[in-house]
């Protein structure tokens, strides 16, 4: 069974900054896609950043030069440390996998964000 598990969300000051964690079971990050997604209330899930199984990376418009997603295969576990936040960043945080052999996308549960202005 395939299970990605978030954490690291919280409650923090604008222009703090917070570590996410997506830890995954039943699957390996490596060989597959993945990527962190967040939506706010009364917004579509948008993109934040995305990892191919090749290693490229790209970022959301509005996170570029604040946010680093690093992913630790060992661990098997995606990483996305977020700086310099801002009130506009509070969302539920998703982290995605798509598993490119078996054309299946899963996510995990969310984890709150909230950054107080």
């Known amino acids: 069974q395939v299970q990605l598990v978030e954490s690291g969300g919280g409650l923090v000051q604008a222009g703090g900054s917070l570590r996410l964690s997506c830890a995954a079971s039943?699957?390996?990050?490596?060989?597959?896609?993945a990527g962190w997604f967040r939506q706010a209330p009364g917004k579509t899930r948008e993109l934040v950043a995305t990892?191919?199984?090749?290693?490229?990376?790209n970022y959301g418009d509005s996170v570029k030069g604040r946010f680093t997603l690093s992913i630790d295969n060992a661990k098997n576990t995606v990483y996305l440390q977020m700086n310099s936040l801002k009130p506009e960043d509070t969302a539920v945080y998703y982290c995605?996998?798509?598993?490119?052999?078996?054309?299946?996308?899963?996510w995990g549960q969310g984890t709150q964000v909230t950054v107080s202005s």
């Open positions: 039943g699957i390996t990050f490596s060989g597959n896609d």
């Open positions: 995605n996998l798509y598993a490119v052999g078996w054309f299946q996308s899963y």
């Open positions: 990892i191919t199984r090749g290693g490229s990376i």
